[in-house]
């Protein structure tokens, strides 16, 4: 009953005192703040979107494991490479061809890709099918593109798909 009425407590607690916060303690305000802070999630509910389900926990850690790693080897990388020479630097933009579907996994080998230094996700084709990616350095994009998918989307597949 209670979780009817309250579907999100910490979302209606967090409205009531806000708004108390701004319009100062009072019973009127106390009220009217009650009744905002039980209205407002029954009215968003339908904006919230389904929570991705992770089939793969721990396939989920190995690969949180395996980006960590290659955050740093990439920032090793990349500091060595800003200190070189200018000549060494083969800065390139490509398509990564998308075998995920899910647009948590999309979102998820954005992030990756974005979190690695020297790689940035610039753009999602309309059909979601493609995903741009600025890659700092790289003499063979092609390799790079295989390793992206091995390393990161093949993992995210088997863990949200």
């Given at each position: 009953?209670?979780?009817?009425?309250?579907?999100?407590?910490?979302?209606?607690?967090?409205?009531l005192i806000v708004w108390l916060l701004l319009n100062g303690?009072?019973?009127?305000?106390?009220?009217?703040?009650?009744?905002?802070?039980?209205?407002?999630?029954?009215?968003?509910?339908?904006?919230?979107?389904?929570?991705?389900?992770?089939?793969?926990?721990?396939?989920?850690?190995?690969?949180?494991?395996?980006?960590?790693?290659?955050?740093?080897?990439?920032?090793i990388d990349l500091a060595i490479r800003i200190l070189g020479?200018?000549?060494?630097?083969?800065?390139?933009?490509?398509?990564?061809?998308?075998?995920?579907?899910?647009?948590?996994?999309?979102?998820?080998?954005?992030?990756?890709?974005?979190?690695?230094?020297?790689?940035?996700?610039?753009?999602?084709?309309?059909?979601?099918?493609?995903?741009?990616?600025?890659?700092?350095?790289?003499?063979?994009?092609?390799?790079?593109?295989?390793?992206?998918?091995?390393?990161?989307?093949?993992?995210?597949?088997?863990?949200?798909?």
């Amino acid at each position: 009953m209670i979780a009817r009425l309250v579907p999100n407590p910490v979302i209606s607690l967090t409205i009531l005192i806000v708004w108390l916060l701004l319009n100062g303690p009072s019973v009127g305000h106390g009220l009217l703040g009650a009744a905002l802070a039980l209205a407002i999630p029954h009215l968003v509910a339908r904006l919230k979107p389904d929570r991705p389900r992770i089939r793969r926990p721990l396939r989920a850690l190995a690969l949180f494991l395996l980006v960590l790693h290659d955050i740093v080897k990439a920032a090793i990388d990349l500091a060595i490479r800003i200190l070189g020479p200018e000549s060494r630097i083969r800065p390139t933009y490509f398509w990564v061809p998308l075998d995920v579907r899910d647009p948590y996994a999309i979102a998820a080998l954005a992030g990756i890709i974005t979190m690695t230094p020297g790689t940035l996700s610039s753009d999602l084709s309309p059909d979601g099918r493609h995903l741009l990616v600025h890659c700092f350095h790289t003499d063979d994009p092609e390799a790079t593109i295989r390793e992206i998918k091995q390393r990161y989307e093949r993992p995210l597949k088997e863990i949200l798909e």
